[in-house]
Structure formats: C-alpha cells, structure tokens
C-alpha cells in the first residue's frame, strides 16, 4: 500500500476542522448531504470526501456486502441524546440519532425488556448515517489511525457497505449507561451485562449481532453493532 501524501494528509486535517466548527453545536451532521458539505469546503476536500467511496474493501482483506448508497431518506425520526457516566463520574450524554419508526419501536420495546432484566438503559450512540457523513466518519478514523488505511478499513466501512448508511439493512451502536464501550477499550463492551443479555434476547426484536469474533467479513469484532430485521425478512 502506497502511503498517504502528506498534501493529502494536510487535505484531510483541513476538512475535517472545517466540518468541526460548522457542526459543532448542532445534532445534524449524521444527515448531511454531500450538497450541504461542499458549501463549507474547498474543491480538493469535495473530491476526497468522493474518492473515499472508490476504496475497495476486498483490497484490504474486508469482504462486505456491497449495500448501496442512498440519499437521506424523509421518514426518519429524530431521537433525542441519552445521558451517561463518563471518567469520574462526570455526566455526558450521546448525539441525538435519526432512526426509522420502525425500527425505533422495536428498540423501545427491547430497551424495556433489557433494562427490566438488567436495571440499566440501553442506549444509541450511532444510527442512521449519510454516505456523506459516513465518509467524513471514515477521515476522521483514518487521521485518528495515523493515515493507516488498512486499519480505518477494518474499523470503519466505506460508503455503500456501511449498514449505518442503508435504511432497509440498518444497524445501531449501543452503548451502557456507564459509557462502554469506550474509545480506548471498544471490546469492553463484550464484558457488560447487557451484551450478554442482548446475545441471548435480541433476535426476539429483530436485532442481530453484525460482527461477532473471527468473522467472515474480516471486520474487527463489534459486539456493539447491531443490524435490524424486521422479524418477516428474517
């Protein structure tokens, strides 16, 4: 693999501070259009962010689905941000998520067994993303990974093969009231009760674990990561 340039590198910084302080504040960057994007950036920054969708999975050892790209779709709800406990004690709270009703009905109900069980919430750190949005995700993992594209590939999928990105194969993130899974220790997730509980009762709600250990796919294991199907696709 050929390295990133560091024109490119520099492209990627740029970019990334401009969507920062453009969206900072706001609740709606998981929706934006490449349309919207572009106003903010320059022509070099509009052609990576397209480029990203040119990146090949399988180049990488990554066997996704192809899902297809879709634009914003108008039947989504809005939900709002859910509170946590971060580093000493310190209340944060998650990004407000845009979800499909149906989708979203299936999560409350699951979310009422779950915490019924267990006594916490469950919560959604990540949901419906844009294409556009989705490969802004993908920069910002890439310039976290030091520009090692190989690793972004395995950690976050492109526009096309995301299930974030696709509203008839989505997926949620869920995250513990007590912040897990964390930035620095993703996996600890797999330790909480609620992972275990939603290996045992989540299919009950539609909801399927996307990438278990050593799968096929090649993507890291994501006990997070949750796909929907409604019960009569599955």
């Given at each position: 693999m050929t390295p990133l340039s560091q024109q490119t590198c520099h492209i990627i910084e740029s970019l990334l501070e401009?969507?920062?302080?453009?969206?900072?504040?706001?609740?709606?960057?998981?929706?934006?259009?490449?349309?919207e994007a572009s106003s903010l950036l320059k022509r070099q920054e509009i052609e990576l962010v397209k480029s990203v969708r040119s990146i090949i999975p399988s180049d990488y050892n990554v066997h996704t689905p192809y899902l297809g790209d879709e634009v914003v779709p108008k039947k989504i709800i809005r939900i709002n941000s859910m509170s946590y406990l971060g580093p000493n004690d310190e209340r944060l709270f998650t990004k407000a998520q845009y979800v499909p009703a149906d989708m979203l009905l299936a999560y409350k109900a699951m979310a009422t067994a779950l915490k019924k069980d267990v006594g916490h919430p469950l919560l959604i750190t990540s949901?419906?993303?844009?294409?556009?949005?989705?490969?802004?995700?993908?920069?910002?993992?890439?310039?976290?990974?030091?520009?090692?594209?190989?690793?972004?590939?395995?950690?976050?999928?492109?526009?096309?093969?995301?299930?974030?990105?696709?509203?008839?194969?989505?997926?949620?993130?869920?995250?513990?009231?007590?912040?897990?899974?964390?930035?620095?220790?993703?996996?600890?997730?797999?330790?909480?009760?609620?992972?275990?509980w939603l290996l045992t009762h989540a299919n009950e709600y539609g909801f399927h674990l996307s990438y278990p250990l050593s799968n096929a796919y090649g993507i890291i294991f994501e006990p997070w990561h949750w796909r929907y199907i409604p019960k009569s696709d599955s």
């Open positions: 401009k969507i920062d302080i453009a969206y900072r504040g706001r609740d709606d960057l998981d929706i934006v259009t490449l349309d949901s419906y993303r844009s294409t556009t949005y989705q490969a802004i995700v993908f920069l910002s993992y890439l310039y976290r990974s030091d520009y090692d594209v190989a690793q972004t590939v395995r950690r976050v999928a492109i526009p096309g093969y995301s299930e974030h990105c696709t509203p008839m194969c989505l997926a949620f993130d869920f995250q513990t009231d007590r912040g897990q899974p964390s930035d620095d220790n993703p996996g600890d997730f797999a330790l909480t009760q609620e992972y275990r």
